[in-house]
């Protein structure tokens, strides 16, 4: 089983009114569990010494772990009013992210900038594998939450998109 096809049934899972779901394979156990503010826990153990994992293990965090904004970067009242129709898209890893494939090329991204499910808008490098990270969701970028380089956690924010 690929991270992708973990991926996949993440997604699901957060669909369904599944509560728990644990998949064996040739050594290798999956449990994803929702809980009732549906963020899923994921745990994989491989069986074989020689099998590395296929994504780093991370307990998720605790919901007030968003860093704070800069008094700047606070959304004022009327932003905030229009922000409760805006999609997050979050790290599904935590590594290093990335605004664009390489520094000669240009961003995935740019707030303004259109997506739809599929495109890839950035990349999570972790334990030395680039992870293109695509949006699930189709709409207009608001605004990019994190710096370019930065280290990012499970589950932190990274985009805030306007659903078309």
């Not at 394979?25 to 449990?31: S, Y």
């Not at 503010?37 to 590395?52: E, F, L, M, T, W």
Request: net charge negative.
């Amino acid at each position: 089983m690929d991270f992708k096809q973990i991926q996949e049934l993440i997604r699901l899972i957060n669909k369904s009114n599944i509560g728990e779901l644990t998949i064996e394979e040739k050594g290798f156990k999956v449990t994803i569990k929702q809980k009732q503010d549906n963020i899923q826990q994921v745990v994989a153990a491989p069986a074989y010494a020689h099998q590395a994992p296929a994504f780093p293990a991370a307990p998720a965090p605790a919901p007030a772990a968003a860093p704070a904004l800069p008094a700047a970067d606070r959304p004022k009242a009327a932003e905030t009013a229009a922000a409760s129709n805006l999609i997050t898209i979050k790290s599904p890893m935590i590594g290093t992210f990335y605004r664009r494939a390489s520094p000669d090329k240009p961003v995935f991204v740019e707030a303004g900038d259109e997506v739809a499910p599929g495109k890839v808008v950035c990349i999570i490098e972790a334990m030395k594998l680039f992870n293109e990270i695509e949006s699930e969701v189709k709409g207009r970028v608001v605004k990019v939450l994190v710096e370019d380089a930065s280290p990012v956690e499970y589950d932190q924010p990274l985009f805030l998109v306007e659903p078309a």
